[in-house]
Each structure stands twice: as C-alpha cells, then as structure tokens.
C-alpha cells in the first residue's frame, strides 16, 4: 500500500496532456410509470405508480412539442430485465411507448382526433362568417337609419315648402 507519491523536481502539471471528461448523454431518472402496460418479451404486467431508475435521453436538439424538449426514457422489465423505452409527448400530454411494450389502451387519436380537428375548423369558420354576417347587418341596419333620416328631413323640408308657399300664393283650395 502506498502512502506517498513521488514527484521529480522537474514535474510540471501544465504539461500534462489534459484528460477529455466523460460526458454522459443519458441521465438518470427515478420515475413512476403514468399508465399499466405489459411486457412485450414476457408478458409480465407492470402496475401504473411503479417507480423505476430509468435512463433519460433527450429526443433531438430541433425536436420540441409547444416549445416542450421531448424527452425518452429507457427502463428495464422488472421480471425478464429487457429494455422497454417510452417517449413524452408534450401535446397530447402523455407518453408513447416506442419499444418493449403494450399498454391497455390506446388514447382517442386518429380518425376521431381528425374529425374532432375538421370539426373544430367548421366551427371556427361558421362563427366567423357568423361574425361578418352580423357586422354586414349592423353596417345596413345604420345605413338605413341614416336614410331614414335623410327621408324625414326631406319630408320636413317639404312640408316647410308647402306651409310657406300656400300662404303666398293665397290659400289651398
């Protein structure tokens, strides 16, 4: 067992070529399982709240769901040790499981999640033209007020006519 080292008196630290620091790309992470799912290799059910030390990768640099980094975790069955990897998905707020594994349900997405899009579109859009509809008939609504005005001072404007010339030119009738 040695104690001491041995340094020559020409030892010079800055010589030393510099040793390049293992950086690590997968961090690691103790988390809870969001839903049950089952093994893919052994069939083994896995319990939703079961925690495991899982190994988190981020996703890509340019890969983000609404300004989200999306994360991937790997963890391993907990009876056949294989490796099972699931994925965030920041805009359906929940996970998918991309490797090793089988969940109960599939979420409502596809065909459904389309029409409830396009359905959602045709709404915005009838409530858009609902929006220029009522603004065009309140733009006609003021129009023909201002013309009814315009009507009622003519009227009036007459009737002065009439009241001032009927004396002049000696009676009606």
Not at 49 to 52: E, V
């Given at each position: 067992?040695?104690?001491n080292t041995y340094f020559p008196p020409d030892f010079d630290p800055t010589k030393l070529p510099r040793r390049s620091r293992y950086c690590k790309k997968l961090q690691r992470v103790i988390m809870k399982l969001p839903v049950s799912i089952w093994c893919k290799n052994c069939g083994n059910h896995i319990n939703r709240?079961?925690?495991?030390s899982s190994r988190k990768e981020g996703v890509a640099v340019g890969e983000t769901d609404l300004g989200i980094q999306i994360s991937r975790f790997h963890f391993k069955c907990t009876r056949c040790e294989a490796e099972l990897v699931m994925k965030s998905g920041p805009k359906n707020s929940d996970y998918i499981f991309e490797f090793g594994t089988t969940t109960?349900?599939?979420p409502l997405?596809?065909?459904d999640e389309v029409v409830l899009k396009k359905t959602k579109r045709k709404d915005a859009v009838e409530v858009k033209d609902m929006l220029v509809k009522l603004k065009h008939d309140a733009a006609q609504k003021e129009s023909e007020k201002e013309g009814e005005k315009q009507l009622e001072a003519q009227d009036k404007k007459f009737i002065l006519?009439?009241?001032v010339k009927a004396p002049a030119t000696g009676g009606a009738g």
């Open positions: 067992m040695v104690l709240g079961t925690k495991f109960y349900f599939q997405r596809s065909e006519y009439l009241l």
